[in-house]
């Protein structure tokens, strides 16, 4: 059976959680994979705390507390989904990564829902570097290699090879990653940026 998987950055907004909920029935998601999802004083996620949810960050849903204002959940895994299975595989999750089994009567496969950090001029260090050795590790030597693997998310990447305007360090150690491992991308030209705030336009919210 096809599953449908919806990708949104919230941006650690309350009103975007509650804005994509009142979407689910044109939407019609079996999966949803959040970036930057804004988190209650409970620990929990703005507005869809109801639902099926797995991250790294959480325990039993939630995050333990205290919670300090404006804290954000970097990734999130959401099941819509009833006849589906989903299991955290931690040895491939962490702040930024939420690597999960999705499974069926009929299929597996491997969702890594991942938040690559913005490349910053005061932080030369190559920040995506960890979580490529932890990618790497997935797709090269564990017990999962052989399933197909989705990556996907808010990579902050910015590069020519997905049709993006400008490249950054992210996108250039991203792009030799893929080359690497002969990965496909699975963005198209014709959708156009996924990134639009006023003249800023950018591609980089990736499915590898």
Same mark, same amino acid.
């Given at each position: ?12 907004? %309350?009103? /975007? ?18 970036? &930057?999802?804004?988190?209650? %004083?409970?620990?929990?996620? @703005?507005?869809?705390? @109801?639902?099926? *949810? #797995? =991250? =790294?960050?959480?325990?039993?849903? @939630? ?6 204002? !404006? ?23 962490? /702040? &930024?990564?939420?690597?999960?089994? *999705?499974?069926?009567? @009929? #299929? ?12 910053? =001029?005061?932080?030369? &260090?190559? +920040?995506? &570097?960890? !979580? ?9 030597? =564990? ?15 910015? !590069? ?15 792009? /030799?990653?893929?080359?690497? #491992? ?12 996924? #990134? +639009? ?12």
């Amino acid at each position: 059976m096809p599953v449908n998987v919806v990708q949104l950055n919230l941006g650690n907004c %309350r009103d /975007e959680a509650g804005l994509l909920l009142g979407r689910f029935n044109d939407l019609k998601p079996d999966i949803v994979l959040l970036q &930057d999802a804004h988190l209650t %004083r409970e620990g929990k996620i @703005s507005r869809l705390s @109801s639902l099926d *949810i #797995f =991250s =790294s960050q959480l325990v039993n849903g @939630s995050l333990p507390p205290p919670v300090p204002a !404006h804290t954000g959940l970097n990734t999130a895994t959401i099941i819509i989904n009833p006849h589906l299975t989903c299991d955290l595989l931690p040895d491939f999750s962490n /702040e &930024d990564m939420t690597c999960t089994l *999705i499974s069926s009567n @009929s #299929f597996k496969f491997i969702i890594l829902n991942v938040y690559f950090r913005p490349t910053r =001029s005061d932080l030369p &260090d190559r +920040v995506i &570097d960890p !979580h490529l050795t932890v990618i790497r590790q997935l797709v090269e030597g =564990s017990i999962y290699q052989h399933l197909p693997i989705i990556i996907t998310g808010d990579m902050n990447a910015r !590069h020519g090879v997905w049709h993006d305007h400008d490249t950054n360090q992210n996108g250039n150690l991203l792009s /030799e990653f893929v080359v690497d #491992f002969q990965l496909n991308i699975a963005n198209l030209r014709d959708v156009g940026p996924t #990134f +639009v705030r006023g003249n800023d336009r950018s591609t980089i919210d990736l499915t590898i």
